[in-house]
């Protein structure tokens, strides 16, 4: 076998996407937002910003960072009006700098438009390069701006919601978008339905956002999903109005949502993630069961499948791994090397539970197989006696073009390698994945309405194109990156 630990490097997780929200009808928009924002901080931790307006002017605060250091009360005081939008970015399309830090706002004819967007278009580069030879100047390299000039040259249409409809006429991909103008805000979910979008009542007013557990914090109360395809606009004063683009015959929600991405208490397609988590356990442990002593979780993601693993087994469940929950983005490492540092940082094993243990180490997802190789050396070194990983997911296969930053598919291990070769680099005694057929069995839904192509390949939406740039428009301009 060729596989060694020289072949896979980087970080081995699956990183985040991005997560909008929108308040409008309330004084405290922009602080509503900045708590919806805080509470799915999980969705990206690159940057973060709100734009809002009081009906005759926008105003913006955008900045790298988490959503805590981004915004303090001087900021959201700068953020005044009735209605805002804002975004926490995982950057998966266009580089990591302040001028991609969205919501992004334009003016045109006699109004503004803001907009934050968590998605893909996996043709936003042909578009962009047809705009470019127009005469189009972009300022940002995100797919996100394609949108803006795409509304503003709708100028055939009346409404802003026509607008937007005629803007996304020719675009293909994953987009949740949540837009503001002077006077009213709009939500749009792609007719596949991949990335959620939800709508709730928040007092007088009304708010949309990426996950539900954004309503919890802020008292608002879940009204439904806003629907594959649909464009909602709410008006100032809470009137509502809904149009739809053109439909598909099956939608595609991100499966991976339930299994890693969202939060476990937030609420996705009528279903509680949390719920669904632990099902996904309860199934690998009939598909994958073990002579052992116990379960342990990796945390936090691994917790519910470890629950549902465990009580379907019939064995008891320890945390056996410690996280530190105060870890920062880089570290400062000391002179004299420590041993598979960058995991024990994060990550200790204690060995009160394994001493002598054979033990069951339930995650959801193996990327490159670097943290698994290493938790094992850890948990070996804490005196485990058997250790069987069990992996609450299919092999990860290939990479997300739908909104979320993975590894290349040549980084990915379970694409290169069998599973007898993955369990000889990750030096576990048995490995288990759970079944695309048991991960709907745990989801309750027939696998033609979801997306699992990074399980499966299978790109229902089809793959970004590519394609070269006019001579006459070429730039020096960092090339986007895939998301």
């Excluded at 005629?166 to 002077?182: I, N």
């Excluded at 015959?249 to 476990?264: K, L």
């Amino acid at each position: 076998m060729d596989l060694d630990a020289s072949e896979i490097v980087g970080d081995d997780r699956i990183k985040e996407e991005c997560a909008v929200i929108g308040v409008i009808g309330d004084s405290e928009a922009a602080n509503y937002c900045y708590l919806g924002l805080f509470a799915m901080q999980h969705r990206g931790q690159e940057g973060a910003g709100i734009v809002s307006t009081d009906g005759s002017a926008m105003y913006a605060h955008r900045d790298m960072g988490l959503v805590a250091d981004v915004f303090d009360e001087a900021a959201i005081a700068r953020l005044p009006g009735y209605c805002a939008v804002g975004h926490t970015r995982y950057a998966t399309f266009g580089t990591k700098d302040w001028q991609n830090l969205q919501p992004l706002v334009a003016n045109f004819a006699d109004n503004s438009f803001a907009i934050a967007h968590n998605g893909n278009l996996i043709n936003a580069n042909e578009i962009r390069h047809q705009l470019e030879a127009d005469g189009a100047i972009f300022s940002a390299t995100t797919d996100t701006e394609v949108v803006l000039h795409l509304v503003a040259r709708a100028v055939k249409q009346k409404t802003i919601a026509e607008k937007v409809a005629a803007g996304l006429k020719d675009v293909r991909g994953a987009y949740s978008l949540v837009v503001t103008t002077y006077n009213r805000m709009i939500a749009i979910r792609d007719p596949a339905g991949v990335r959620p979008l939800s709508l709730g009542k928040l007092g007088n007013g009304y708010i949309v956002a990426s996950e539900t557990c954004a309503f919890d914090l802020v008292g608002a109360t879940f009204i439904r999903e806003i629907e594959p395809g649909e464009i909602l606009e709410i008006t100032k004063d809470g009137e509502m109005n809904s149009t739809f683009l053109p439909k598909l015959e099956n939608t595609a929600f991100c499966v991976f949502e339930y299994i890693y991405f969202a939060r476990p208490d937030s609420q996705l397609e009528g279903k509680n993630v949390y719920s669904v988590r632990k099902a996904l356990g309860a199934e690998l442990a009939k598909e994958h069961p073990a002579d052992a002593d116990l379960v342990i979780p990796v945390p936090d993601s691994g917790v519910p499948s470890s629950i549902g693993y465990a009580q379907e087994a019939g064995l008891p469940m320890e945390f056996g791994l410690i996280r530190n929950h105060y870890v920062g983005r880089t570290f400062i490492e000391p002179k004299q090397s420590i041993r598979d540092f960058g995991v024990r940082v994060k990550l200790n094993a204690n060995p009160g539970v394994f001493e002598g243990k054979r033990v069951v180490v339930v995650d959801d997802s193996i990327v490159r197989g670097t943290t698994c190789r290493k938790l094992v050396k850890m948990l070996r070194g804490a005196g485990a006696k058997e250790i069987h990983f069990r992996i609450s997911s299919p092999p990860t296969v290939g990479s997300c073009h739908y909104g979320i930053d993975t590894p290349s598919k040549d980084e990915l291990v379970a694409s290169k390698y069998q599973l007898d070769e993955i369990l000889e680099y990750i030096g576990a005694d048995s490995l288990g994945y759970l079944s695309i057929e048991g991960v709907y069995r745990a989801v309750g839904e027939e696998r033609k309405s979801y997306c699992d192509a990074c399980f499966s390949s299978e790109y229902r939406l089809g793959l970004p194109q590519q394609c070269e740039r006019p001579a006459h428009v070429r730039s020096n301009r960092p090339k986007s990156k895939a998301k």
